[in-house]
Every structure is written in C-alpha cells, then in structure tokens.
C-alpha cells in the first residue's frame, strides 16, 4: 500500500497469439519514485507467478484517478481494457513479460546444413516438375540512327552538340518558386568545362588518373565541375556538401569519402569552401588538414591545351555511397560502362532532343546521379533540375513544374513522394485552383536501391488522380553498388504488374502466391522492366546454384552497363570480392555475373496492356519522336514474340519493355520482384525476416507513429526504435501495442522497445534508412530517447 492505492486495480485479459494474456493497471501514489515502482513491480509478478502460478504479460502503472470510474465509483474494467489495446491510457510505468508469458511460440525451424547443390538437383527441382530456371533478359540494344555520327566516349558527345546544336538548352534549374534561376546551352557547357579542366590543370598539376573530389550543392556548377574533369581525364568523385545546421555530423562524411576516394584536390564554390574552413567546422577537422581546395569561379591565365584522349576501359567516375547497413563503399564506373548505360537508358525511356525531362533527385550516386549530369548530355533533351530541399521549402514546386512545362518522363526519389503526399493532402482544391494539371505525364519513376514501397505510392496516385495523375505510370526502379539501373519503367511499357506472397513462406526462403486478402498475405509489385542489355538471373546465395522461377534467391546481373568492381569498401573488403565475378556452379557456370546484394525472384507474367488497344496514355509509334527508332524496337519485338511461341526458352524469347500489341496475341515479359538487401535480413529462430515487414507492422499499431520506424537485433534481442508525434505522456502506450503487434504478425518477441523523437532515425539522400547507423547510436547510447522498455 505504499506504492499503490487499494482497489485501485484493472486486472483483465487479452488475446495475443492464440491465447489470453493477463494484464494488470495500477494506480500509483504521487510521492513513489520510478526505482521504486520497478521494485514493486518485480515483487508482485513473483507473487503471482509463486501464489496463482500464472505470469503475468503487462504490468502497469498510472497516475492517481487515472484509470476509468464507473458511475458507482469502481473500476470500468471494459473501458479500461479498451483504453488499454487503443494506446490511450497514458500509463507512468510499464513492464512487458512476453519473454516469459508466452510459451506457444511455433517451434523453431531446424536448419539442415546442405552437401552443396549439383546438376542433379538442379534436374530433379526445375526440369521434372516442368518449372524454368530463372532468367530475364531486357531486349537487345539496336544501332540508334546517329551512332556512327556520335562519339561514345561522354566527352566526345558533348563536344558534338556545342558543334552540331550551340544554343540548345540542355539544363534548366529552377528555385524554389518554381522560376528559372539558371540555364546552360550545350556551347556553354563545353567552354565552362574547358575552363573548368585548365583551372585543375594549372592551379591544381592534375594529371590524367588523379582524383578530384567535388563538393556542390545540386545545381549547374557540379555539371561543369564534372565535364572539366573528365576534359582533363581525371577521375570526379562527387560528394554531399556538410549540412550547415549539422556539421558536426555531415562534415566527418565528406571527409572520409575525400580520403578514402584518396582525392588529391577539392573543387567547389565559395560558400561551401568557407564553410569547410569556418569555425565551426574547425572544432572536429583541421581546416589545414584538407587537400588542396580550388574555388570553381577563379579564372586560368591559360586555355586548355587539348582534351585528353582516354580509352573505352579506362575509369570515368568514382560512385561512392552509404548503403542501408552504414557501409561506405566506391565503385568504379569505365567510359564503356557509361556509354552503354546511357544508350539503354536513351532506347527504354525514349529520350530524344525534344523532350522535356523534370528530375528532383540527389545527384551524387547511383541512378541519380547519370540521370543528373550524363543522359541529358549523351541524349541531348531538356533536363529541368529540382534540388530536393526546394521541394521541402515548397512541396508543390514538383508537381507544379510538371503541369507547367507539359512534362512526360520525370525521375524523383520517395522522399520526393513522401513529402508531396503529407504535405498537400489537404490542398488538392488549391493546386485545382492553380490549374495542376498532371494529364500530360506519362511515366514518373522512383529511383530507388530497394523494395518498392506499395502503400506510399498508391497513397500519392490515390491523391493525386483528382489532378489528372494516370497511376499507371507511376513506378519503381531499382539499381544497386553493382549496376545503376537494372529495371527503369519504359516509355511505352505496361503497367507494373503485381502479385501477393505468403509472409510465412518467404520467412522460409519460399514464395507462394496467395490471392489477395489472404491472411499473411504481402503485395509485391515489380521494379520496372529490365533495360536493354541486361541478364538477370536468380541464385541461390550461399550455394551459388540456378533457383526457378518464382523462387526467392540473390539477384545477378550481366550487362554492359555493370560497374567494374569496388574502388574501395571503407572498413572490410574481404566478403566482397566476388561480387563482380560470380559464376553459377550448375547450368552455365562459365558466364560472369555481378551480385546485386539483394534477395528477389523472377515471374513470368502476361502485360496488362496487351490484350488492350492503344489508348491516348500509349502514344503511338506515328507520335514519337523518332520513327526509326520506334519502328525498330516493334520489329524487334515481333521477332522475339514468334522466337517465344517456337522456342520456349529461347534467350530472345525473353522481351522486357517494348511497344504495344494487338488483341490477338499475348506478350510474356519476365518480372522482377525485389524483396530486401541479404545484408538487411534478420535471422531469429531459424527464420529470416526483413525489417521492412516489422516495420509496416509497427506503424500499423498506433496513429500517433511516423513512418520513422526501424528495426535491427542486437545480442538475439530484436530492437524497435520508433518515432512519436506526440505528447511524451504517449510514449509508454505503444510499448504493448508494439510488443502486441510484432508477436501477433510475426510470431517474435520485442526485446526493447526505443521511443524517440522525430527525426532520429536517420536516412540516406535516396530516403532509406540507415539501420545500422540507428545501432551503432543505440548500442552508445546517443538517441536521447524519450522512453527505453527492456521486455522481460
């Protein structure tokens, strides 16, 4: 009675995995200290656990005259309980059992350790029960019409447009009101990055090879910055600029990747160069310590002498990112690669000099990062630039953009998404007002490193349909370390297609298709279609066997376009040497692959579009730009359909992308499904789950949770860390709608429930969370959470 007041006590059950589960709520005096409480508490569970030999799930304590009275002054069990499951109780303590509550988990799986797998298997697992093996190939890359005429080298390519179109306008930049702040027409472009080379080469002694890292915000000046470089056949690497509010954080970054990336000179703009000297940034790096730093706005005394000769297989770029478990790594990109990249890119997408293209995408790696500064040059349309923190200072400037300028391809992230849905879920009648009109859009591509997230981007189509939005076109694409692009939805493409999976089968490495609704059923839909060139096939990742189709395994990739291999993985580099050479042990075993890193699988499905006739969201061969083109893709196409109907397995029998087809006949393409990073996958229990399953869970709990939720393990413990908005009184309402929420999808038990702010867990340019770095914070304890729940 110290603690507690008498008769002040909810005591009720609810029904958690199968079975009654016993709460109990207390009311605790004003004067009783959190130690205190904690000491109760363990008192009472021996207590009921030795006297009534039952455990007791959760325990908690609320303020005095919190819990609901009814109308003769006792305890309104009901409401209680209902307060209790809808995370309105507000209770001062918690303590969560599951750990020792719960004892019918499903029984563990038993892992078999596999002799290896052979061509029997192989023979026996796919040929005899009539499955294929699963391969997928994106159609080949026809001669485009100017090929002869066109340099491949990017350099070349541009010193052909200052010829041929001078006054083009290749890049627009726009501010933050949606005004042009900026433009460049191909001549300017070339005689800024002549400029740019002979700076480097007189002020900085850059040699052909060298590395020059380039620190600039988005804009035009890292587009000269990098053509200079390439001018003078150094090698760019570009980097974030440090945020000025968050140098304490940012700026470490930015120098790792510069020694890393063993950059011998840094090129920006004054601002940045004084920020990197400033102050602030002095009390964690020495402003004397950094590389040479060369100002972009300082004038040579000399022209450029000549533009340097580099080979097809020599180094273009240097792409460094974080991927999704904090691993910083560079890969190398050679002008071949580059070249072919931008041609599959130019044929999927239909790029041409007249078309206007919006981007609002991080341009420092990644597909990002080509579309940015390479496929505007190499295909010579109109690129209108967005920085995405404009679109954060005005969320409708992106979609405002693409009614004002009729724009039919645009390219953003789904931070970009994101933060249109919150933001102007409320102002469709002000944007119909404005005239938004977003008829004219034909296809919007997320660009993405990772499983497309279904429920936000029905939720932006969903919204934005009122403004003509055609949700057909909008999709995913998905590249890795390993290849920038491996699908990117097509120009004349069908819809994405989409299935629904067994949550229990893939947790056992098995895809089972299941109709939707079903129970533990998860909506997959495909990342785009395969671009040109590109093989991809499915591979079991620990023994490197052939899987079929519609089983879950590593996805491979050959194409022209693959990177040629890591400059560097910061930290390890022992795991990771084959990622560019695998080769298969049963099948073909001497063909080369790049491992993408990322679990998936193939499924042969027929187009939506392809009993359909053509309609205006299709634009006809007759309306495209370029004819020949068109007309040879559709040809191609016809052959490789009457390939399929003979052949069967045929390696052109495979078309991803192409063009339209008559009611008569069915088009097959290969879909490819991304589940989640191998890196990512949290194994407990003998099953593997991916955070991003958890997580959806989570967020489904409470409506007071942001989508900043993540989990990781930590000592076999799985960790959640979510985000609040709210009043600190809520925070210990979601440690058992958590707890629940988790065991009852999941059949796992939380270990610690993180209640944080907002904006705690971090994420990447591309908007995916940064997991590992949320461990790595947790385990120093740097979160300054604003409730920490060890379940017992």
Same mark, same amino acid.
């Given at each position: 009675?110290?603690?507690?007041?008498?008769?002040?006590?909810?005591?009720?059950?609810?029904?958690?995995?199968?079975?009654?589960?016993?709460?109990?709520?207390?009311?605790?005096?004003?004067?009783?200290?959190?130690?205190?409480?904690?000491?109760?508490?363990?008192?009472?569970?021996?207590?009921?656990?030795?006297?009534?030999?039952?455990?007791?799930?959760?325990?908690?304590?609320?303020?005095?005259?919190?819990?609901?009275?009814?109308?003769?002054?006792?305890?309104? @069990?009901?409401?209680?309980?209902?307060?209790?499951?809808?995370?309105?109780?507000?209770?001062?303590?918690?303590?969560?059992?599951?750990?020792?509550?719960?004892?019918? !988990?499903?029984?563990?799986?038993?892992?078999?350790?596999?002799?290896?797998?052979?061509?029997?298997?192989?023979?026996?697992?796919?040929?005899?029960?009539?499955?294929?093996?699963?391969?997928?190939?994106?159609?080949?890359?026809?001669?485009?019409?100017?090929?002869?005429?066109?340099?491949?080298?990017?350099?070349?390519?541009?010193?052909?447009?200052?010829?041929?179109?001078?006054?083009?306008?290749?890049?627009?930049?726009?501010?933050?009101?949606?005004?042009?702040?900026?433009?460049?027409?191909?001549?300017?472009?070339?005689?800024?990055?002549?400029?740019?080379?002979?700076?480097?080469?007189?002020?900085?002694?850059?040699?052909?090879?060298?590395?020059?890292?380039?620190?600039?915000?988005?804009?035009?000046?890292?587009?000269?910055?990098?053509?200079?470089?390439?001018?003078?056949?150094?090698?760019?690497?570009?980097?974030?600029?440090?945020?000025?509010?968050?140098?304490?954080?940012?700026?470490?970054?930015?120098?790792?990747?510069?020694?890393?990336?063993?950059?011998?000179?840094?090129?920006?703009?004054?601002?940045?160069?004084?920020?990197?000297?400033?102050?602030?940034?002095?009390?964690?790096?020495?402003?004397?310590?950094?590389?040479?730093?060369?100002?972009?706005?300082?004038?040579?005394?000399?022209?450029?002498?000549?533009?340097?000769?580099?080979?097809?297989?020599?180094?273009?770029?240097?792409?460094?990112?974080?991927?999704?478990?904090?691993?910083?790594?560079?890969?190398?990109?050679?002008?071949?690669?580059?070249?072919?990249?931008?041609?599959?890119?130019?044929?999927? &997408?239909?790029?041409?000099?007249?078309?206007?293209?919006?981007?609002?995408?991080?341009?420092?790696?990644? !597909?990002?990062?080509?579309?940015?500064?390479?496929?505007?040059?190499?295909?010579?349309?109109?690129?209108?630039?967005?920085?995405?923190?404009?679109?954060?200072?005005?969320?409708?400037?992106?979609?405002?953009?693409?009614?004002?300028?009729?724009?039919?391809?645009?390219? &953003?992230?789904?931070?970009?998404?994101?933060?249109?849905?919150?933001?102007?879920?409320?102002?469709?009648?002000?944007?119909?007002?404005?005239?938004?009109?977003?008829?004219?859009?034909?296809?919007?591509?997320?660009?993405?490193?990772?499983?497309?997230?279904?429920?936000?981007?029905?939720?932006?189509?969903?919204?934005?349909?009122?403004?003509?939005?055609?949700?057909?076109?909008?999709?995913?694409?998905?590249?890795?370390?390993?290849?920038?692009?491996?699908?990117?939805?097509?120009?004349?493409?069908?819809?994405?297609?989409?299935?629904?999976?067994?949550?229990?089968?893939?947790?056992?490495?098995?895809?089972?298709?299941?109709?939707?609704?079903?129970?533990?059923?998860?909506?997959?839909?495909?990342?785009?279609?395969?671009?040109?060139?590109?093989? =991809?096939?499915?591979?079991?990742?620990?023994?490197?066997?052939?899987?079929?189709?519609?089983?879950?395994?590593?996805?491979?990739?050959?194409?022209?376009?693959?990177?040629?291999?890591?400059?560097?993985?910061?930290?390890?580099?022992?795991?990771?040497?084959?990622?560019?050479?695998?080769? !298969?042990?049963?099948?073909?075993?001497?063909?080369?692959?790049?491992?993408?890193?990322? !679990?998936?699988?193939?499924?042969?499905?027929?187009?939506?579009?392809?009993?359909?006739?053509?309609?205006?969201?299709?634009?006809?061969?007759?309306?495209?730009?370029?004819?020949?083109?068109?007309?040879?893709?559709?040809?191609?196409?016809?052959?490789?359909?009457?390939?399929?109907?003979?052949?069967?397995?045929?390696?052109?029998?495979?078309?991803?992308?192409?063009?339209?087809?008559?009611?008569?006949?069915?088009?097959?393409?290969?879909? =490819?499904?991304?589940?989640?990073?191998?890196?990512?996958?949290?194994?407990?229990?003998?099953?593997?789950?991916?955070?991003?399953?958890?997580?959806?869970?989570?967020?489904?709990?409470?409506?007071?949770?942001?989508?900043?939720?993540?989990?990781?393990?930590?000592?076999?413990?799985?960790?959640?860390?979510?985000?609040?908005?709210?009043?600190?009184?809520?925070?210990?309402?979601?440690?058992? @709608?958590?707890?629940?929420?988790?065991?009852?999808?999941?059949?796992?038990?939380?270990?610690?429930?993180?209640?944080?702010?907002?904006?705690?867990?971090?994420?990447?340019?591309?908007?995916?969370?940064?997991?590992?770095?949320?461990?790595?914070?947790?385990?120093?304890?740097?979160?300054?959470?604003?409730?920490?729940?060890?379940?017992?």
């Amino acid at each position: 009675m110290r603690f507690i007041y008498r008769g002040r006590i909810a005591v009720f059950s609810i029904k958690v995995l199968r079975d009654e589960r016993v709460c109990v709520i207390a009311e605790q005096r004003p004067d009783c200290s959190e130690e205190e409480s904690f000491h109760w508490m363990s008192r009472v569970l021996q207590a009921v656990d030795s006297i009534h030999q039952v455990g007791i799930y959760c325990l908690a304590l609320v303020p005095p005259n919190h819990l609901p009275k009814t109308p003769l002054g006792g305890i309104h @069990l009901c409401e209680a309980r209902r307060r209790f499951l809808e995370g309105s109780l507000h209770p001062a303590n918690v303590l969560m059992c599951p750990h020792t509550c719960v004892t019918n !988990l499903p029984k563990p799986r038993e892992l078999h350790q596999d002799t290896g797998v052979g061509p029997a298997s192989v023979m026996v697992g796919n040929l005899v029960q009539g499955n294929r093996l699963a391969v997928a190939h994106g159609r080949e890359v026809g001669l485009a019409e100017d090929t002869e005429r066109k340099p491949q080298l990017i350099t070349g390519v541009l010193r052909w447009r200052a010829n041929t179109s001078p006054d083009h306008i290749i890049f627009t930049l726009l501010n933050s009101k949606g005004a042009i702040a900026k433009t460049i027409t191909c001549s300017e472009l070339h005689k800024r990055a002549e400029k740019i080379a002979a700076l480097l080469q007189e002020r900085g002694k850059i040699e052909p090879g060298d590395h020059v890292a380039l620190i600039f915000p988005p804009g035009l000046d890292l587009l000269c910055a990098f053509y200079g470089c390439l001018y003078l056949g150094a090698i760019p690497i570009t980097i974030r600029p440090p945020h000025p509010q968050n140098l304490i954080t940012t700026l470490p970054t930015v120098r790792m990747i510069v020694d890393v990336s063993k950059s011998g000179i840094v090129l920006s703009i004054q601002p940045i160069i004084k920020l990197l000297k400033s102050r602030e940034a002095a009390t964690s790096i020495d402003p004397k310590t950094w590389p040479q730093i060369l100002d972009i706005d300082d004038n040579p005394k000399r022209k450029l002498a000549g533009i340097a000769t580099v080979s097809l297989d020599s180094s273009a770029y240097l792409d460094f990112s974080v991927s999704t478990c904090g691993r910083l790594s560079g890969v190398n990109i050679t002008h071949r690669s580059l070249s072919s990249l931008c041609a599959s890119l130019k044929l999927a &997408c239909e790029l041409y000099p007249s078309r206007h293209v919006a981007l609002c995408l991080d341009p420092y790696c990644g !597909l990002g990062f080509v579309m940015w500064t390479l496929i505007g040059v190499y295909s010579g349309h109109h690129s209108i630039l967005i920085a995405p923190y404009e679109v954060e200072a005005n969320p409708s400037l992106w979609l405002s953009t693409l009614s004002q300028h009729r724009v039919r391809d645009t390219f &953003c992230s789904y931070g970009v998404i994101e933060l249109c849905t919150k933001a102007l879920s409320n102002s469709i009648p002000l944007l119909k007002q404005r005239n938004v009109d977003l008829r004219c859009v034909r296809t919007c591509v997320v660009v993405a490193e990772e499983r497309p997230r279904v429920q936000l981007t029905q939720q932006f189509c969903k919204l934005f349909q009122a403004l003509g939005l055609n949700t057909r076109c909008v999709s995913t694409s998905f590249g890795c370390r390993v290849n920038p692009a491996i699908c990117v939805q097509g120009a004349s493409s069908a819809e994405s297609a989409q299935v629904y999976v067994d949550l229990r089968a893939l947790r056992n490495n098995r895809v089972a298709l299941v109709e939707r609704g079903a129970p533990n059923s998860l909506c997959l839909i495909e990342s785009g279609k395969l671009l040109p060139g590109v093989k =991809v096939i499915i591979a079991n990742p620990d023994t490197k066997g052939h899987c079929g189709d519609s089983h879950l395994g590593e996805i491979w990739v050959q194409a022209p376009h693959n990177a040629n291999g890591y400059f560097t993985i910061y930290g390890d580099e022992t795991d990771y040497n084959d990622h560019f050479n695998a080769k !298969l042990v049963t099948g073909a075993t001497s063909e080369m692959y790049a491992r993408t890193g990322y !679990l998936g699988f193939l499924r042969r499905t027929e187009c939506s579009q392809a009993a359909s006739i053509l309609d205006e969201t299709t634009p006809s061969v007759a309306s495209r730009d370029s004819d020949t083109e068109s007309l040879n893709s559709m040809s191609q196409l016809q052959l490789n359909f009457s390939n399929a109907s003979l052949g069967g397995n045929s390696e052109h029998s495979l078309v991803s992308g192409g063009g339209a087809v008559t009611s008569n006949e069915q088009e097959l393409h290969d879909a =490819v499904y991304v589940v989640g990073a191998v890196d990512e996958v949290i194994s407990l229990r003998g099953m593997n789950y991916h955070p991003i399953d958890i997580e959806n869970s989570v967020l489904r709990c409470h409506k007071k949770l942001l989508n900043g939720i993540a989990v990781f393990t930590w000592t076999n413990l799985l960790v959640v860390v979510v985000e609040l908005d709210g009043n600190e009184s809520e925070a210990l309402d979601l440690v058992p @709608l958590v707890t629940n929420n988790v065991l009852e999808e999941h059949q796992l038990i939380v270990g610690v429930v993180v209640v944080v702010d907002p904006g705690v867990v971090p994420i990447n340019s591309r908007g995916e969370k940064q997991r590992m770095h949320l461990r790595d914070g947790f385990l120093a304890d740097q979160l300054d959470p604003i409730y920490v729940a060890y379940n017992m």
